[in-house]
């Protein structure tokens, strides 16, 4: 994948990542608006860097994880296409 390619997939997903509804409290709902903070909304037409794959990010992806997990969900991430 191209990396152009790679950052518009990159910026739609801050766009999704900013319509998970939370509770706004929580460890879960902490961990995700530190991963907002890591990757801010990107609008649509823009061509900002995302933060995605920082480890800002990673770290947030970390603590996300470790959150879903002590509340008793597992998370889980996929890649669709690229390499």
């Known amino acids: 994948m191209a990396t152009q390619e ?4 990159y910026r739609l997903a ?12 929580g460890d879960v709902s902490e ?3 530190a991963l907002r903070d890591a990757a801010p ?3 649509l037409g823009a061509m ?3 933060g995605i794959g920082s480890v800002e ?4 992806v970390d603590r996300l994880s470790r959150a879903c997990a002590d ?3 597992e998370t889980a991430s ?5 390499g």
């Open 6 to 9: 790679q950052q518009g997939w």
């Open 14 to 25: 801050t766009r999704v990542l900013d319509r998970v509804p939370t509770s706004r409290k």
């Open 31 to 33: 961990a995700t608006a």
């Open 41 to 43: 909304v990107i609008i």
């Open 48 to 50: 900002a860097s995302s």
């Open 57 to 60: 990010w990673n770290d947030g």
């Open 71 to 73: 509340a008793g969900a």
């Open 78 to 82: 996929s890649m669709f296409t690229g």
